[in-house]
């Protein structure tokens, strides 16, 4: 695995937000790459950090608050981070694009559909407004909206959650970017459209070859579509491996309690599995582990060693100090 | 049970920002004045002496005299005291029962809450002045027909607003539950729902002062509100305003009074609005 | 289709507080203590002369009838004859009407002028002291009494620094526009503050929505952002609010036409009420309260347009 290989490459990336109520850290010591063509997920509960992980990426979080404490995303081998409003304008518009989580208030309701999808075209000044047109009507059925031509002047109100989602979709590969970021897009929609639109995600993915970081607390979800997948906790990245090794054999005692939490259909339980405890949110930088109060295998040294990712097998990381306790 | 009151205020207090402090430490100052009038002056509001006609202000008369010979500064203070009842029963009363009103028809609905729309409505499209100018042409002028005339048709706003949190707040979990535990109407209304959805009204309710108080000294202004000799400081800008060019002072002192105690009472319905967490809503239209 | 539904339900609806307004209007005056024509007269005349008046106002016949009368008549324009200024009352509104009107667009033009800017400002730098000095300095002006600032202003600019005329009308359009200044600007700083602090809520509501920052993701520059996606949103409240205040801006105007002797209805109505001219007061009323209802149709009319959200 080399270098070149990675499209976008976050290093030593912390954020914190300074707010009333006091310091919170949202994010600390973010290592994560992400390779062309790959589908990356991100898995973790509310509030573990991975929307303001994503948003950082687009340096959308405004700057008091938030609080860019240190570390770089390299993108094309420039830092995201230190780039001119210009030139990350640019990169939104045509190299990085980003779904949200509600599709019903990611549109302006009282402009159209269409207007909105292809506002901001590359192509826009070249060309006619006719051929502007026909290209929305074009990407609207790519996305499996049906009667695009007359959906196209509609307004956000007259569409569905589901629908609008697929807009937004639209909205996003209209420049045909190389990284597509989506947080948690299916949450705010019905599980049959949720199937649907990860579905075409993945078409989409695998016909332009373009990267995808996927956000969601479902695991459920990253299961089925992605290559790799990261768990966060308190904003640290706990584990990080392949699809297939982070289930079958998890390496972080909560990636252990987020996969046993899931109900199994065909087993006799009498209770739920839980993580006991709820999340904590740390106010100062520590580079101890942030899981102790919660895990069952914990113990006094792991109150005070610091932690950071370790390889434990090949591709597969965690941040775990005894992932050998591991049953 | 008391140390606990005074805590609480205390702790108020703290939270309270720079607006709502200024507000109601003017606020105070004027209210003092306009009680503690006859012991801040040795003139009575009015005595007319006619060897000081017109007279500048200057250390006797600190705000001058009028063409009566008055002292223009006691009549000033005098007016407070005037002035301020008038727009705090003008405020306050009719928010009483138009907070009833409103609670009633916005929980309610039906039929009730139909006709009392309709009924607002109806008062809400003359504008405010020109319904009081109307009202008191039939009644004459005076302050007990500005009384009648402000309760008849100011409750309006107040039921209003009242009815449209009502109506939100009556779906609301904990007004179910307490449906459903069998509360009586009236208590669900007052004691549960009513201490989450007051805090706009009092905010309007500042607001409202303060309109009042420039409606009563406007209407005195026109000749329909208080009537000569009293002091009241919309009357004392009209008797001024004959005399702009030789006694500036009659008609702006009287008239800057009303501006302070207006400012006093924005800043504490400001200061208010900041700390109920409600300052970047649509300030209410009236 | 949608359209045409929508405009008929809201016209519909303002049906019923316009006939409210007639009834009060009328019976209002009816519930006058005392008799009204002696009144009028200022008990100055026989029971023959008060008889005859009370046929030729048709004040005799019994109160339903005359009730629809009324009605009858004022839909068509009639509002009777003022009895004291011997004229019909139509006539009188008719002659004074233009200053008024003038008058309250001139005032609705300036506070939008001076808040438009007031409030961008205050969103762009939301919560630094320019924003609070903006609010405060609102404050002032919200508490500042029109009939004062009005005498400061001819006291200031009229007489002092003589630029502008103390009072009248002007002939001419753009005499208007020079005698009303003075007197809209009155106006307009008491709309002003409370049109600022909408606009600025109105415009941080949406400058935190989500579309915008959608719209943030798709690269546009901030100032594409707020000219294309913010403004629009942001001005319909803009709407609402001069159409709700229209009935504090004809309060305003009726004490600054008295001010600033602007021979508008404003004036007209308070002759009226020193000569207890009924007939002028009840016909000044219902016009009044018809413009502010049928302002707010039309603002709601409006809303048709910009915000398509209305016609589900």
Known sequence: ????????????????????????????????????GEILGIVGESGSGKTVLCKSILKLLSTPPANYQSGKILFENNDLLSQSDESLRVIRQKKISMIFQNPMSAFNPVRTVGEQIIENLSNKKILSKKETKNFCIELLKKVGISTPEIRYSEYPYQWSGGMLQRAAIAMAIRNSPKILLADEPTTALDVTIQDQILALLLSIQKTTNMSMVLVSHDLGVVAETCDRIAVMYAGRIVELAKTKDLFNNPQHPYTVGLINSIPRINSHQERLQNIPGTLKTFSVYNDKCPFTERCQYADNACKINKVKLNEIRKRHFSLCLYPERIK | MKLEMINIIKDEYKNFNTNLKIGIIIFFIILLIGLFAPFLTQYDPLYQDYNSLLLPPSFNHWFGTDNYGRDIFTRVIYATRLDLQIGFYTTYVPLIYGVMIGAYSGYFGGSIDTIMMRLTDTAMAFPFLILIIFILSILGPGIQNIYIAVFLVAWTMYARLIRAEMLVEKNKDYIVAAQVLGFGTNRIIFKHAMPNIITSCIIFSMFDFVLNILLVSGLSFLGLGVQPPIPEWGAMVAEGRD???????????????ILLTGFALCLIGDGLSERFGKRNQYTVSV | MKYIHYIFSKVFSILPVIFGVTIVSFFLIHLIPGDPVRIMLHGRATDEVVKQIYQELGWDKPILS?????????????????YIQKALVSDLIFERMAPSVFLLIYSAVLSILISLPLSYISSIKVNSYTDHLIRSVGLIGFAMPPFWIGILLILLFGLYFNIFPVGGYGIGFFEHLYFLFLPSLTIALFLSPMLTQSLRASILDNLSSDYVEVAKSKGLSNKRIIFTHVLKNSLIPVITILA??????????????????????????????????????????????????????????????INPRVLK
């Open chain 3, 244 to 305: 709700v205040n229209l009935s504090w801006l004809i309060s305003g105007a009726v004490i600054i036409e008295y001010v600033f002797s602007i021979p508008g209805l404003g004036s007209l109505l308070i002759r009226a009420i020193s000569y207890r001219d009924y007939p002028v007061i009840q016909g000044l009323c219902i016009l009044f309260s018809a413009m502010v209802v049928i302002v707010n149709l039309l603002a709601d009319l409006c809303y048709m347009f």
């Open chain 3, 66 to 82: 005359q009730y629809f009368d009324f009605l009858f008549n004022s839909i068509r324009g009639d509002f009777g004859k003022s």
């Open chain 1, 1 to 36: 695995m080399s270098a070149e290989e990675n499209i976008l490459s976050i290093i030593n990336f912390s954020i914190n937000f300074v707010t009333q109520g006091g310091n919170i850290i949202a994010n600390q010591d973010i290592n994560l790459n992400l390779r062309a």
């Open chain 2, 243 to 257: 005399f702009i060019l030789n006694a500036w002072w009659i008609s702006t002192l009287p008239g800057f009074f």
